[in-house]
Each structure stands twice: as C-alpha cells, then as structure tokens.
C-alpha cells in the first residue's frame, strides 16, 4: 500500500505560480510511476503530468506544456508540481497517483489538493 498526501494548493491570481507537492509514505517507493490528475467542477478528471520511475520519461497534456513541470525526488519519496503563469481555466482539485511497477493504471491516489486561479 502506498499512501499520498498532497499539499501546496491555494487561492492564487492569474498568472502566479505554485508548487504542489506529494509526499508518499508507506511500502517501498522503487519503481513506481507517479502523475498529477485534476478535476474542475462538472468535468471529468484529466491526466496533467507523469513521470517515471528515475525521472526519464515525463509527459503533460497539451493545455499545461511550456508551464508546468513534473519532478520528483526518490530520496524524499516526494514529486512536485511547478506550476507557472496560472490561468483560471487550471482551477481545479489536485490529486497525484503512483502506478504499481510496469503497470498502466494508477492504483494509488491521494485525497487532493484545491487551486483556484481567479482572473
């Protein structure tokens, strides 16, 4: 069992930045994929960010490219979020999620974490 906690949301202005954290606790962390999802009002929740076990490999959706990254630190057991010039579009709820090793869903998830970005 891997837990999550995400932390760093917070009510910012259009064009502000914002780091988002989540730290894992729990079994071992090796080899686990993790990503950034989020969910607006109404909407469906939307893969943002992903990353590889050893940091190689990231990938975002097309609206976040050129603004956010995705990093993370293996000795902390932690993988951040660098969000920069917000829109208000990006508000939404913030989770992230790790992926067992070598598999494609994601079965962990943490309880998530508010960005609201206002005009």
């Known amino acids: 069992q891997v837990l999550l906690v995400e932390s760093g949301g917070g009510l910012v202005q259009a064009g502000d930045s914002l780091r988002l954290s989540c730290a894992a606790s729990?079994?071992?962390?090796?080899?686990?994929?993790l990503g950034w999802f989020r969910q607006a009002p109404g909407k469906e929740r939307e893969f943002v960010a992903g990353?590889?076990?050893?940091?190689?490999?990231?990938s975002y959706v097309d609206s976040v490219k050129g603004r956010f990254t995705i990093y993370r630190d293996n000795d902390e057991k932690t993988m951040y979020l660098q969000m920069s010039r917000l829109k208000p579009e990006d508000t939404a709820m913030y989770y992230c999620?790790?992926?067992?090793?070598?598999?494609?869903?994601?079965?962990?998830w943490g309880q998530g974490t508010q960005v609201t970005v206002s005009s």
């Open positions: 999620a790790a992926q067992n090793p070598g598999a494609k869903e994601y079965d962990y």
């Open positions: 729990g079994r071992t962390f090796t080899g686990y994929g």
């Open positions: 990353i590889s076990w050893w940091g190689a490999r990231t």
